[in-house]
């Protein structure tokens, strides 16, 4: 589907490595045909990677995978308990050699971002948080503004549904807990979607990038690929804005709290007996 996409107009990829795919996003870009300035990719951290040397070995491990020279972002993916700031400082310094052109962090709050500001003297250039119809993070979304940090949408057609977390995701160490909700058949966003002859999913997509955000909608389907960037040939009035603005009082949050959240290093999974696999160049996965 990477190919796929980037022949059919898409220009940026985002992935990361707890998604266990960069060798087949490489690849895919390689099939496209491509050239290096022609695509945008981001990956993020793995959490067990966090940590000042583990996050060096950890990018150049993504960058073996993907087959790549530099990224064009690279993201911490979840800030954890007392890690993301020496994270932070080697993202820093791969930015400064020019191994990472782009910098940010992923589900992070305001006091996360203070943090690396402070301890580095530069703020994230993005952070890429769950923000959908029904959950504005305005608390994040306030402070990214106030202070140019990029905000981006993850999950923001609210899981496509009614969203089910995967088992196998626990050892990430999320909590397993999540709220469903079909943000596509709200009786408000239908309506919309029939006024503009649009579909539900083209609507909300719309209605973040009217707001200024960025988006990262995925899907494994041709045709809702093509649909997904067909949403630049309308407008949504301020009287629809405002009516999509008000369901985001519903607060259905489809994944983990970036205050919250917690997980395991590395080293303590391998004291544990844990040990993760390797990839085929023998790096952990």
Not at 84 to 101: F, H, S
Not at 118 to 127: A, D, E, L, S, Y
Not at 132 to 153: A, G, T
């Amino acid at each position: 589907m990477v190919a796929y996409a980037l022949k059919n107009g898409y220009t940026a990829v985002d992935t990361a490595q707890v998604y266990l795919n960069e060798e087949a996003v490489g690849e895919g870009i390689r099939q496209s045909g491509k050239k290096r300035n022609e695509f945008f990719i981001t990956s993020k951290i793995r959490n067990r990677f966090q940590g000042y040397d583990n996050t060096m070995y950890a990018v150049e491990a993504s960058l073996k995978r993907f087959g790549l020279e530099y990224l064009d972002l690279f993201l911490i993916h979840w800030p954890g308990e007392d890690k993301y700031v020496p994270t932070w400082k080697a993202l820093v310094r791969m930015y400064e050699e020019g191994m990472i052109r782009s910098i940010g962090v992923s589900n992070f709050y305001p006091e996360h971002m203070e943090q690396c500001a402070q301890n580095t003297g530069i703020m994230p250039m993005v952070n890429q948080i769950e923000m959908h119809p029904y959950l504005m993070q305005y608390e994040i979304v306030d402070y990214c503004r106030e202070n140019n940090v990029f905000p981006v949408s993850w999950s923001p057609l609210s899981a496509g549904g009614e969203a089910r977390r995967d088992p196998k995701t626990s050892a990430e160490g999320h909590s397993g807990h999540i709220a469903s909700g079909n943000v596509m058949e709200d009786p408000v966003i239908r309506k919309i979607a029939e006024t503009h002859k649009k579909t539900p999913a083209q609507i909300i997509l719309h209605w973040h990038v009217q707001n200024g955000f960025g988006v990262v909608p995925k899907s494994a389907n041709p045709r809702r690929i093509l649909q997904n960037k067909d949403i630049f040939d309308f407008e949504l009035t301020k009287d629809e804005m405002n009516q999509i603005q008000e369901l985001t009082k519903k607060q259905i949050r489809i994944g983990d709290d970036g205050r919250t959240y917690r997980f395991p290093l590395l080293n303590e999974m391998i004291e544990a007996g844990n040990e993760p696999e390797k990839d085929r160049f023998g790096n952990y996965l």
